[in-house]
């Protein structure tokens, strides 16, 4: 599918969040845990998340789902599978990380698998956690990378996390933590990356009933004395999947408010906002709702994203349209993504007229004339959306293999036709 993006005039409009992609997943992995029934309310139904619900049916889960709730019958910390079994998680790394962990909990050895992409992103900080604590993990391919075959028992004690690469491989051991046969203590040596979904999975932790404590982000101790107990659980909007309305009010100029945002969120995409006033845009907040206006010109900055990455692309389409230049840094693990999001960005930057300079751990966009021109976002979610908004304020731009958005966003070409009517 090919979507060509008109040239947009300043915008004025109001749209709902979609639920998050982060806190779905975690719900869904605790309430499987946990015992006794969840409800998720408001969960988000797009690819990645479908592959976690398809992934924790094959292992024993009772999950009904519905239009606007899911419901888990909680397997208490035991995953009742009879015979080996493989999990194809395509391109979502939070489903194969996340479940690597989980895999110890159940009764015979599982095989985690993904598409070619999927293959090519480092696991091997993960494998060697999980060997220190209990694991038999094996490469069933190239050492470092999926497929991985894993079985064991989730012993506990301590074990250090290499999180440099990915915050997941930590929020994987975190998750499943409560159930190991002794307490465990996490001991991470350097600073993760993207720490703020940590925050996100503490939060889904306490809020099942996880015990804990924490010394930042260098430290953590769960204990085994509290399980998960199933309750109803509601999904909060998602910072992420707003960020390219609000990137769109910045791009196109004029006002977008997004509604479905919780003010007290520890999502890392919260910051957006504020990012793009101190680009020169206004930000208002009234209740659940978040509105970005502009008025006057854009003006480049330079800021760390390191705990905002998905949102890093977003703002390198603002950045392309200041008046003045923008770097943005701690983005060096974004090469592990579903592309290597910073040679991409420029890439892709460059083939519409940008000027743009890339170094190990920092992106650089320079203001320069642009043009349309076709967009093939690589299979990339959010390579594709961002670009779309970039779109809307150049025009001529058509996004190549826009489907690939269902994998966070299913709706979101739904919005921006209408904003185009």
């Known amino acids: 599918m090919n979507i060509t993006i008109r040239h947009q005039g300043t915008v004025d409009v109001e749209i709902t969040a979609p639920p998050s992609k982060s806190y779905t997943h975690r719900a869904l992995l605790t309430g499987s845990l946990g015992n006794g029934t969840t409800t998720i309310l408001n969960p988000l139904y797009a690819e990645d998340t479908r592959l976690t619900i398809q992934a924790l049916k094959a292992l024993g889960s009772e999950i009904s789902e519905g239009p606007d709730r899911i419901i888990i019958q909680g397997n208490d910390g035991v995953f009742p599978t009879k015979e080996t079994t493989v999990l194809d998680l395509d391109n979502s790394g939070t489903s194969l990380r996340l479940l690597a962990s989980v895999a110890l909990l159940c009764r015979n050895p599982v095989i985690l698998t993904g598409s070619e992409r999927m293959q090519e992103r480092p696991i091997g900080p993960l494998v060697s956690a999980l060997r220190s604590i209990g694991g038999s993990v094996d490469y069933v391919k190239k050492d470092g990378y999926p497929p991985v075959r894993v079985s064991g028992k989730l012993l506990g004690g301590n074990v250090t996390v290499d999180g440099t690469i990915s915050s997941q491989f930590i929020s994987s051991i975190l998750l499943v933590a409560p159930y190991a046969e002794t307490g465990i203590e996490l001991v991470i040596p350097s600073p993760p990356s993207s720490q703020s979904y940590l925050d996100i999975t503490l939060d889904v932790m306490q809020a099942f009933g996880a015990d804990f404590t924490r010394d930042g982000y260098a430290r953590f101790h769960v204990h085994n004395n509290r399980k998960y107990v199933g309750r109803t659980y509601a999904v909060e909007g998602d910072y992420s999947s707003a960020s390219y309305f609000f990137a769109l009010a910045a791009v196109c100029g004029g006002r977008v408010t997004v509604k479905n945002l919780n003010p007290d969120s520890v999502q890392g995409d919260r910051r957006f906002p504020d990012v793009l006033r101190s680009m020169g845009c206004t930000v208002t907040c009234s209740g659940n709702a978040v509105t970005v206006e502009r008025t006057g010109d854009l003006c480049g900055i330079t800021v760390d994203m390191s705990s905002s990455p998905d949102t890093v692309q977003t703002l390198c389409m603002v950045a392309a349209m200041a008046t003045t230049p923008t770097t943005i840094t701690g983005i060096s693990h974004l ?84 904003i185009q009517q």
């Open 335 to 418: 090469k592990f993504k579903e592309s290597d999001r910073i040679t991409s960005t420029a890439e892709r930057l460059r083939a519409l007229g940008g000027n743009v300079e890339v170094g190990h751990d920092r992106i650089t966009i320079r203001p320069f004339p642009l043009h349309g021109a076709p967009v093939d976002p690589a299979n990339d979610h959010r390579t594709a959306m961002s670009f779309a908004v970039l779109g809307m304020g150049i025009g001529g731009v058509t996004i190549t293999h826009a489907e690939c958005v269902n994998k966070s966003f299913p709706g979101f070409w739904d919005i921006l036709e209408r």
